[in-house]
């Protein structure tokens, strides 16, 4: 039996210290037996403080002479080491500007409107690898028309009129301008407004003054007829006149007669109170026949009963008016407009009328550029599926326009060459861009990973592979080798593209889409009229109906195959309809994946790999998103006035299906 000790009487517990303790007893021991092993510090083993001072004054450093020719030479400047971004300040980014973003099926478009936009990589600008920059947007010049639709007007008889504002509208803007259609509520905010309803004024003289009431309420500028439209090049002196807003005289257009005015806000109200307080205006009725004469002249009512009259401009060779003069040089036209009787005849003249200026619109294009119409394909031995989109819409520019009198020229061009289906406008593939003025060129500019799927045919693309097989930036150096040669570098390649796609004037003589998408929109905004959307089933022009009098004619065949380059057999077409739904698909799931997703990394190693590539991809693909956006902000603040898409019975947005047949 175990002895239990006391102390005072009080039962005793021997237990062992904790572990803490225990570490602080042995170090405590080992402390005490090497100060008793070695001892402490003697006090003339320490240097003194003049021994101290005298070796920082005289130090005595080792003699290195001998050795100098052993000691290699440092440059006199060392290179700047990079420093990681962990160490530097964090940067910011520039504010988002509105409406700088569009949505698509592979994720968010993003740009930034600066006038840094050439500089060759955009995200040195954005900070942002998906944000391109874009020249600022330049502002249009507004161009004013008046509509007012009769009292009591028939419905279909108002859309029809509508579907002509709109043709005016489409016209106009492709051109650069800003369309805007008034109506009686801008008239009546003029301050003649009342005046001019006082006077028994024949309705058509009444019309015409309440236009100028209404053009000069919103501070001059151009006042257009909805009859009157462009039709020229896109540099055309007229035409770019008209863009400056500089217009230092009120004036019109010598054999337009009120087709087109343009003027400052000042000059239009004084033409409007000379013409509301001439003595002839005072005895309406006294002096109608007089008052008819005068507007039946040259230049309308407003223009003479100004006691000088005003400037004639005659630079009018880019516009075409289709008055009342001119329409009934068109017989199968005239005659069913002229019938005002029978609805359904004058509505049939109305859309008659707007598809044959639509027809002269579409023959103006192909005048312009009479060197036809290019698709450019880079690398063409494996970019086949790139161009499928590309080529029906040059199928569409090349056909001959739908319309109800195949040989009629447009007014300002009474000498034209009528499009000819058995003489169609040239149509061909190029391997590379040509920089012509005469021939428009429509480009399908695919992304890195889609070109890299296509041209070595491959379905995955590792980052090995990369490294050890693959080149840099394939498609813009073929896309740029006849007008750069081969001895430029990327850098300048890129910023030749930005230029081609969005410099001034440039966008008007080349069209650049992106390859992956399935749909187009406004291309009839674009171009600036309706492209064919029929054609006759056999070689010969015919009509759509037994009753129409409209003519349609054969879709031109696909373009012929590259000179030097060898057809690709039918299952290799097929291999690459199959890689590019594929590298659609992972497009698609890459810019919804999380950045540290393995097919958002493979998709971000092959855009790294091609900058210029991807540059040129997002540059191309941000203008058009861009271009689009525009157009339906503002389609969106003029859906509910005259010529809007809405009122002209038209599908918003007017949407384009490319196919291959």
Known sequence: MPVQRTLLGQPLALRMPPRRFQLLFVFVLLFTASLYAFGTPSPDSL????????????????????????????????????????????????????????????????????????????????????????????????????????????????????????????????????????????AAKNPQYELIQRMKLDPTVELEIERWCAWGHMGGGILANYLALPMAQYDNAMISFLRRKEYPKLSRVESLQNGIFFGEG??????????????????????????????VKEGGIVVNLQPAGITVDKKANGIAYYNKEVINKYKTVSEKLDNNTHVTTHVEGLNLLAELINSHLHLTFQ??????????????????????????????????????????????????????PNKPLPFKLTPAYKNTSSLYSIGAVPHPYTLTSLYYMREDVTAEFLRKDAQRNLWLTALTKDVLGPNHGDLYRVLYFKEEVAALRKPSHSLWLTAERTTQTDL????????????????????????????????????SPIEGVEVQEERWIRAEDERMKIARETLTKANKAKEEDPIRQKVKGVEDWNMADSEVWRFARAFSARRRVERELWEEHEKKYSGSEARAGVRAGGKWWGNRK
């Open 367 to 420: 005048e312009i550029y009479s060197d036809g119409v290019a698709i450019v394909k880079p690398l063409p031995e494996h970019t086949t599926a790139l161009t499928y989109g590309a080529i029906d819409i040059g199928r569409n520019l090349t056909q001959c326009p739908s319309t109800p009198m195949p040989k009629s020229c447009p007014p300002n061009r009474q000498n034209c060459k009528p499009c000819d």
């Open 266 to 295: 000042a000059a239009v109200d004084e033409a409007l109170q000379q013409a509301v307080n001439h003595e002839l205006l005072r005895d309406t009725t006294t002096n109608k026949d007089k008052i008819a004469k005068l507007a």
């Open 47 to 186: 240097p003194t403080y003049e021994q101290v001072k005298d070796a920082v004054k005289d130090p005595h450093l080792p003699d290195l002479s001998d050795l100098k020719d052993h000691i290699p030479k440092l440059p006199t400047e060392l290179p700047s080491l990079p420093v990681p971004d962990v160490f530097k300040p964090p940067a910011h980014t520039p504010p988002e500007q509105a409406n700088s973003t569009a949505y698509s099926s592979y994720g968010v478009i993003k740009w930034y409107n600066d006038f840094k936009w050439k500089n060759p990589f955009s995200r040195k600008i954005t900070l942002d690898e998906n944000r391109a920059v874009l020249p600022p947007l330049t502002q249009r010049t507004p161009i004013y028309a008046y509509y007012e639709p009769k009292p009591k007007q028939k419905k279909e008889v108002t859309e029809a009129e509508n579907r002509l504002i709109l043709a005016w509208r489409k016209a106009w803007w492709a051109q650069g301008f800003q369309p805007v259609v008034l109506s009686h509520k801008e």
């Open 524 to 559: 009839e905004w674009i171009f600036g009229f309706n492209l064919p959307k029929s054609a006759s089933h056999n070689s010969e022009p015919s009509s759509p109906s037994k009753d129409s009098e409209l003519i349609i004619f054969p879709r031109p065949k696909e373009p």
